[in-house]
Protein backbone atom coordinates (compact mmCIF):
# COMPACT_ATOMS: atom_id res chain seq x y z
CA UNK A 1 0.00 0.00 0.00
CA UNK A 2 1.23 3.57 -0.93
CA UNK A 3 -0.25 6.63 0.31
CA UNK A 4 0.01 9.98 -1.27
CA UNK A 5 -0.92 13.62 -0.43
CA UNK A 6 -0.19 13.23 3.71
CA UNK A 7 0.58 13.76 6.76
CA UNK A 8 -2.84 14.82 7.02
CA UNK A 9 -6.03 14.45 10.06
CA UNK A 10 -6.17 10.85 9.10
CA UNK A 11 -2.58 10.14 8.87
CA UNK A 12 -2.04 9.22 12.82
CA UNK A 13 -5.54 6.93 12.67
CA UNK A 14 -4.27 5.12 9.80
CA UNK A 15 -0.82 4.63 11.40
CA UNK A 16 -2.32 3.26 14.37
CA UNK A 17 -4.45 0.63 11.81
CA UNK A 18 -1.06 -0.20 10.22
CA UNK A 19 0.71 -0.78 13.59
CA UNK A 20 -2.34 -3.38 14.70
CA UNK A 21 -2.00 -5.20 11.15
CA UNK A 22 1.82 -5.24 11.51
CA UNK A 23 1.71 -3.71 8.32
CA UNK A 24 3.87 -0.95 6.72
CA UNK A 25 3.55 1.11 3.65
CA UNK A 26 4.97 3.85 1.58
CA UNK A 27 4.17 7.33 2.28
CA UNK A 28 4.51 10.06 -0.78
CA UNK A 29 3.78 13.19 1.05
CA UNK A 30 3.78 16.55 0.17
CA UNK A 31 6.13 19.35 1.41
CA UNK A 32 3.50 21.79 2.01
CA UNK A 33 1.54 19.18 4.48
CA UNK A 34 5.23 17.58 5.78
CA UNK A 35 6.41 21.52 6.92
CA UNK A 36 3.64 21.60 9.33
CA UNK A 37 3.66 17.58 10.39
CA UNK A 38 7.50 16.94 10.64
CA UNK A 39 6.67 14.93 14.35
CA UNK A 40 3.89 12.66 12.33
CA UNK A 41 6.45 11.61 9.85
CA UNK A 42 9.34 10.88 12.71
CA UNK A 43 6.46 8.50 13.63
CA UNK A 44 5.82 6.88 10.35
CA UNK A 45 9.70 6.54 10.21
CA UNK A 46 9.79 4.96 13.39
CA UNK A 47 7.35 2.83 12.74
CA UNK A 48 8.87 1.38 9.89
CA UNK A 49 7.43 3.10 7.01
CA UNK A 50 9.42 4.75 3.79
CA UNK A 51 8.54 8.33 2.92
CA UNK A 52 8.68 9.36 -0.54
CA UNK A 53 8.48 12.51 -2.36
CA UNK A 54 5.25 13.64 -4.01
CA UNK A 55 6.74 17.50 -4.45
CA UNK A 56 5.56 20.43 -2.49
CA UNK A 57 2.58 21.95 -3.79
CA UNK A 58 1.02 19.01 -5.83
CA UNK A 59 0.70 20.95 -9.06
CA UNK A 60 -0.78 20.06 -12.21
CA UNK A 61 1.62 18.64 -15.21
CA UNK A 62 2.36 21.71 -17.11
CA UNK A 63 1.83 24.11 -14.77
CA UNK A 64 5.61 24.47 -12.81
CA UNK A 65 8.33 25.29 -14.97
CA UNK A 66 11.46 22.51 -14.61
CA UNK A 67 13.66 24.94 -12.21
CA UNK A 68 10.61 24.74 -10.32
CA UNK A 69 9.79 21.36 -10.24
CA UNK A 70 13.39 20.90 -9.09
CA UNK A 71 13.14 23.33 -6.51
CA UNK A 72 9.78 21.82 -5.14
CA UNK A 73 11.58 18.28 -4.88
CA UNK A 74 14.56 19.13 -3.35
CA UNK A 75 12.69 21.75 -0.75
CA UNK A 76 10.20 18.61 -0.09
CA UNK A 77 13.55 16.11 -0.30
CA UNK A 78 14.94 18.74 2.64
CA UNK A 79 12.13 18.27 5.12
CA UNK A 80 11.79 14.39 4.47
CA UNK A 81 15.64 14.51 5.59
CA UNK A 82 14.55 16.78 8.70
CA UNK A 83 12.05 13.80 9.29
CA UNK A 84 14.72 11.26 8.91
CA UNK A 85 17.04 13.03 11.66
CA UNK A 86 13.78 14.48 13.98
CA UNK A 87 12.78 10.41 14.02
CA UNK A 88 16.69 9.60 14.92
CA UNK A 89 17.23 7.58 11.83
CA UNK A 90 20.35 7.52 9.22
CA UNK A 91 19.49 9.67 6.30
CA UNK A 92 17.85 7.32 2.79
CA UNK A 93 20.04 6.28 0.23
CA UNK A 94 17.57 7.28 -2.03
CA UNK A 95 13.63 9.16 -1.66
CA UNK A 96 11.64 7.52 -3.33
CA UNK A 97 9.15 10.25 -5.92
CA UNK A 98 5.60 10.21 -7.66
CA UNK A 99 4.44 13.16 -9.53
CA UNK A 100 1.11 14.56 -9.04
CA UNK A 101 -1.19 12.81 -10.75
CA UNK A 102 0.77 10.09 -12.52
CA UNK A 103 2.71 10.24 -15.39
CA UNK A 104 1.29 11.76 -18.87
CA UNK A 105 2.08 10.59 -22.26
CA UNK A 106 4.83 13.17 -23.66
CA UNK A 107 5.16 14.64 -19.48
CA UNK A 108 7.85 17.10 -19.46
CA UNK A 109 8.27 16.32 -15.95
CA UNK A 110 10.34 13.17 -16.51
CA UNK A 111 13.08 15.78 -18.05
CA UNK A 112 13.52 17.12 -14.64
CA UNK A 113 13.16 13.37 -13.06
CA UNK A 114 15.98 12.26 -15.60
CA UNK A 115 18.46 14.76 -15.00
CA UNK A 116 17.87 14.75 -11.23
CA UNK A 117 18.41 10.76 -11.44
CA UNK A 118 15.23 9.89 -10.00
CA UNK A 119 12.95 7.31 -10.98
CA UNK A 120 9.09 7.39 -11.23
CA UNK A 121 7.28 5.13 -8.71
CA UNK A 122 4.04 4.10 -10.11
CA UNK A 123 0.44 2.27 -8.91
CA UNK A 124 -1.11 -0.68 -9.96
CA UNK A 125 -4.45 1.06 -8.78
CA UNK A 126 -5.35 3.90 -8.02
CA UNK A 127 -8.10 4.40 -5.65
CA UNK A 128 -10.76 6.98 -5.67
CA UNK A 129 -10.60 8.05 -1.99
CA UNK A 130 -9.38 11.33 -2.89
CA UNK A 131 -12.59 12.06 -4.59
CA UNK A 132 -15.20 15.21 -2.96
CA UNK A 133 -16.70 13.47 -1.19
CA UNK A 134 -15.20 10.51 -0.64
CA UNK A 135 -16.41 7.26 -1.57
CA UNK A 136 -17.54 5.10 1.06
CA UNK A 137 -15.41 2.98 3.18
CA UNK A 138 -16.50 -0.50 2.43
CA UNK A 139 -16.87 0.98 -1.73
CA UNK A 140 -13.23 1.35 -1.14
CA UNK A 141 -12.40 -1.84 0.76
CA UNK A 142 -14.29 -3.87 -2.11
CA UNK A 143 -12.51 -1.84 -4.72
CA UNK A 144 -9.15 -1.97 -3.19
CA UNK A 145 -10.14 -6.51 -2.58
CA UNK A 146 -11.25 -6.52 -6.48
CA UNK A 147 -7.82 -5.31 -7.41
CA UNK A 148 -5.44 -7.67 -5.28
CA UNK A 149 -7.70 -10.03 -6.07
CA UNK A 150 -7.37 -9.61 -9.89
CA UNK A 151 -3.39 -9.78 -9.65
CA UNK A 152 -3.45 -13.03 -7.33
CA UNK A 153 0.21 -13.91 -8.88
CA UNK A 154 1.47 -10.77 -9.82
CA UNK A 155 2.82 -7.49 -7.74
CA UNK A 156 -0.15 -4.68 -6.55
CA UNK A 157 0.61 -1.59 -5.80
CA UNK A 158 -2.64 0.96 -4.45
CA UNK A 159 -2.32 4.22 -4.51
CA UNK A 160 -4.26 5.66 -1.42
CA UNK A 161 -4.40 8.98 0.07
CA UNK A 162 -3.91 10.03 3.77
CA UNK A 163 -4.39 13.57 2.92
CA UNK A 164 -5.13 15.77 0.11
CA UNK A 165 -3.24 19.27 -1.06
CA UNK A 166 -5.87 20.67 1.00
CA UNK A 167 -4.72 18.69 4.25
CA UNK A 168 -8.17 17.20 4.15
CA UNK A 169 -9.62 13.98 6.57
CA UNK A 170 -9.53 10.70 4.99
CA UNK A 171 -12.01 8.58 7.17
CA UNK A 172 -13.36 5.79 4.71
CA UNK A 173 -9.60 5.60 3.80
CA UNK A 174 -8.45 4.51 7.33
CA UNK A 175 -11.99 2.40 7.52
CA UNK A 176 -11.26 0.46 4.29
CA UNK A 177 -7.37 0.25 4.82
CA UNK A 178 -8.60 -1.53 8.48
CA UNK A 179 -11.14 -3.91 6.60
CA UNK A 180 -8.93 -5.18 4.00
CA UNK A 181 -6.14 -5.59 6.55
CA UNK A 182 -8.71 -7.34 9.01
CA UNK A 183 -9.50 -9.38 5.98
CA UNK A 184 -6.62 -11.00 5.42
CA UNK A 185 -5.64 -12.33 8.29
CA UNK A 186 -4.88 -15.59 8.83
CA UNK A 187 -9.01 -17.17 9.85
CA UNK A 188 -10.31 -13.85 9.15
CA UNK A 189 -13.93 -13.65 8.50
CA UNK A 190 -14.58 -10.26 6.05
CA UNK A 191 -14.87 -11.31 2.22
CA UNK A 192 -15.78 -9.63 -0.96
CA UNK A 193 -18.82 -10.43 -0.08
CA UNK A 194 -19.16 -8.32 3.30
Known amino acids: MTFDDGPGPSTP ?4 VLAAARCRAMFFVLGSNLADRLDVAARMLRAGHTLGNHTYSHARPGTLTQAALTDEIERTDGLI ?13 AIPLRLPYGV ?3 DQRLVVLERLGR ?9 EDWRRPQPAARELFQTMLCHID ?5 ES ?3 LHDSSRHG ?3 PATVEAVRLLLASRRPGATE ?4
Not at 119 to 127: E, K, M
Not at 150 to 154: N, Y
Open 81 to 93: RQAHFLAGLPLPN
Open 191 to 194: TASA
Open 13 to 16: ELLD
Open 168 to 170: EAR
Open 119 to 127: PHTGWTALS
Open 150 to 154: SRRHL
Open 104 to 106: EPD
Open 157 to 159: VLC
